[in-house]
């Protein structure tokens, strides 16, 4: 009898199953029910953190060239900071609304600058 060898699953299909499966649930879950999708509980925590501190990393932008990879930063520490701000439900929403209208400015006012630093 042959033995079927498991085929180990990547890095991005690891991300994609946890992002598929987050998608999927209609409330908060706990961590213990990422084994539905084969991961144990200790790797659950070490991706939930790995997950959690990409998304509080200031946004880039990957461009793919035929040979080359340029990875571009399109919002800086600030813009990071704003963008936390937006999704904290303790800050009153009058505030909230202030501070999309200041990312959104400041996003604008980046691009501007980097594109006059282009021309010369």
């Known amino acids: 009898?042959?033995?079927?060898?498991?085929?180990r699953r990547t890095i991005e299909e690891r991300v994609e199953a946890i992002f598929k499966f987050i998608e999927e649930q209609n409330d908060f879950f706990p961590k213990s029910r990422l084994k539905e999708i084969g991961i144990n509980a200790k790797?659950?925590?070490?991706?939930?953190?790995?997950?959690e501190y990409i998304q509080n990393?200031?946004?880039?932008r990957?461009?793919?060239t035929e040979n080359n990879t340029f990875i571009e930063k399109i919002e800086g520490?600030?813009?990071a900071m704003?963008?936390?701000a937006l999704i904290d439900e303790k800050i009153p929403?009058?505030?909230?609304?202030q501070v999309?209208?200041?990312y959104i400015n400041s996003l604008f006012l980046r691009e501007k600058v980097e594109m006059e630093r282009i021309k010369g």
């Open 1 to 7: 009898m042959e033995k079927k060898k498991s085929k």
């Open 43 to 51: 790797d659950g925590e070490k991706w939930l953190k790995l997950i």
């Open 57 to 60: 990393q200031p946004r880039i």
């Open 62 to 64: 990957i461009m793919q």
């Open 77 to 79: 520490k600030y813009q």
């Open 82 to 84: 704003m963008r936390k």
């Open 93 to 97: 929403h009058k505030q909230r609304l």
């Open 100 to 102: 999309i209208n200041d």
